[in-house]
């Protein structure tokens, strides 16, 4: 079919931040969805708490220590996030690139302290049906603070390349700092159900 | 914001040489390397449905399979074993590797052509999507054809699937396949939601988003809600099985309902997002064959987006007989019946407009007046089954066999032959034969009524599903030779179909750019459309573009052709807000999916493969994300 020219587009920007870019609203869907599975493995929880008499099964609540310390580190680490995102945005290479190293340091953190937090759930997966939802919801978050530690290495080993000077990669470094907000806001409820739930009357 | 001089941009090409240059840009490379590393919606896409399609003709034949088994009493066409293999492989593939993928790939295929853009939002991650998919059923098909198919029904209810009553692997392999085919699903969910979003042409406001485009954004939002749902109790039951977790061991504190809620809570709505696609193929070729305006456009939107979220609330409806709190059992009845009310609107409305336009009934639209005759069918006996005391009496009989049939193959396969009609020729640039495709009709619709309406009957006579023989003296031995019949000539019917498709793709009559005379924005480029979709993109007025625009149609400038690049508008106004660079093909989405693939089939033997996997897994994805330095690559 002919076209017949109604608008010059050329003015629109090639580069932008936040709800403007496709991958932040992508970065919402797989957040969507991974809430999902995070609200669905809680229910699960929930459900099994419902129908059993005892809870824990046969053990104490987990030792509050390690779970409480990951909580602190990640609740500590959305400040230099925020400030990572503001540098991104301000193309601050420089600042982004300290910005991402500190990042990376504050996700290492959590997950060595999240090799503590499995011992101190106080039971083994493969005992009973408690043992086996703590492991779940406690993996399920470890999987996502593996993979955005992953994202984060990445972006900061980029940033010191010859391709970090890119509008694309500041772009990129707001989405994961975005991202982090998620996992740190979806261990909240999780940090709830598998450590307190178990110590309400 | 590229560094040095202005790029290249169409304002500085004639005609002639922009086309061709933007062709170029957009052109798939050609060889297999090429092949492998396509990152074009349409070729995807394209894949997707020819696989969902053998898929379907795989277990076609295990369905004739069954039908030759159960046409007489006591007969020995297959054993117990196998029978059970066959029914569960039927189940699975026909709703995990056919029907859902199926309908999103129809989606990738058109949304991005109806929205009047050039590729879809994250085009790797399309490709991603497709070779996962392909892997899980090439597993799942090896296993069988290997004589390890599961064999515990597509919804692998436990305890039957647990290792006490399943040794081996055949449930672990279904379970694994879900993974892989949720992966796909969930991933096409966001890539169609977000080109939804934000790749509309300039103009496509809300109210001018074709009713397909809807559809096909509805059913995105519920796979992302809903497959959750099924991947995390899949997972839960292959712990179960491997590494001796007790999620649904009621002797350890776990509960054989838990995994029927998880998977209802993701299997009905599963359903609907096979039906609200197929509705929005009918609400596509309805005005167009009835030469009008839909009537009620306004309402279908709202039926569809009514019926997604009503479906998210009857999962229970399937646990009638397990004993749940009386309360609850009539929460769920309500729910049941009212989603009946916004699939009521949608028929009144298709009715409406059919009666008061002018309808010329060429195939699409007598496949669609086939679905409404065995959708209402369908509807009707889905009411019935949502009271509870009539449930009771035919839950896991022939009846519900019966309905399931009259909503998946009347509500969803009928529609989507009728886009098989419809958009073939934009798709291959040729016309499907008329006469063959009445044939084709006639044949089906007949097949169909014939193998499952007997099925009503046989059910309400007490005869269970999933048995595989019946002795002589139950009164079940003539309506099920009947069935038999009917399914032969019902499996007929697609060998006409596929006949009539590869007759058409040797000596065709040629489309042209709109056949039909049609009105929605794919209908504007060539057939079939070019690697870019449109060298300039539309600007939209109306719901109606081509309708409105009969002789030329208004489109922007400014784009750059010196890169893939696609334009990014506001959420609900669609102005243009950003021009995005669109990534070009690569190898590394098929790497990833492999190492993907691997670990996830590795992990049925070992645990420890999830350890092992994750380095490929990682080096593939680095490879995958990492910029080569291409004009796509920076912004």
New interface residues.
Partial sequence: MKTRIVLNVAPVPENSFGSRTLSWWGTIAFMSLEGMGFALAAGAYLYLRTIEPNWPMSVPPPDLLPGTLVTIILLVSVIPNYFLEHWARAYDTVKVRVGLVVMTLLGIAPVIVRAFEFPALRERWDSDAYGSIVWFLLGLHTTHLLTDLGDTVVLAVLMFTRHGENPRRFSDTSDNAFYWYFVVLSWLPIYFVLYWLPRLP | ??AGSEPL?D?DLGEAELEARITSLWRTPRGLIGWLSSVDHKQIALRYIVTAFLFMGLAGIGAVLMRLQLATPDAHVVGPDRYDQLFTMHGSTMMFLFAVPIMQAVGLYFVPLMIGTRDV??PR?NAFSYWMYLFGGLMLWFCFLSNNGPDVGWFSYTPLALTQYNVGHRADFWAQMITYTEVAG?AV??IT??TV???RA?GMTLDRIPVFVWAALVTAFMV??A???V??AS??LI??RL?????F?VS????SL?WQ??FW?FGHPEVYFIFIPATGFVSTIIPVFARRPMFGHTAVVLSLVATGFLSFGLWVHHMFVTGLPRLGESFFTASSMAIAVPSGVQIFCWIATLWSGRPRFATPLLFVLGFIFNFVIGGMTGVMVASVPLDTQVHDTYFVVAHLHYVLIGGSVFPLIAAVYYWFPKVSGRMLSETLGKWNFWIAFIGFNLTFFPMHILGLEGMPRRVYTYSADMPWGGLNLLSTIGAIIFAFSFLMLFWNIARSLMRGAAAG?NPWDAETLEW??TSPPPPQNFT?I??VSSLMP?WENR?????????RADRREV??GT?TEAE??????SPDPSIWPLFAAIATGITFLWSIYTPWAVIYGALPI?IT??GW???K?TKE???
Avoid: Q
């Fill in positions: 914001m590229s941009r304002t939002a994250f991650l969930l969910a966001a939601i977000v979003f934000k790749m300039p992302l809600f497959m959750p749902a991947m995390v997972t839960m712990l179960d590494v001796n977790t007790h999620f061991d350890l504190g776990g509960d838990l809620h998880l809570f750019s504007a480029t300039r539309p600007v081509l002789e030329t149609l208004p489109a922007i400038t400014g784009m334009l990014v959420l243009p807000d950003l021009r995005e660079s990682t994805l680095i994300f990492w910029p330095g690559d920076e912004s």
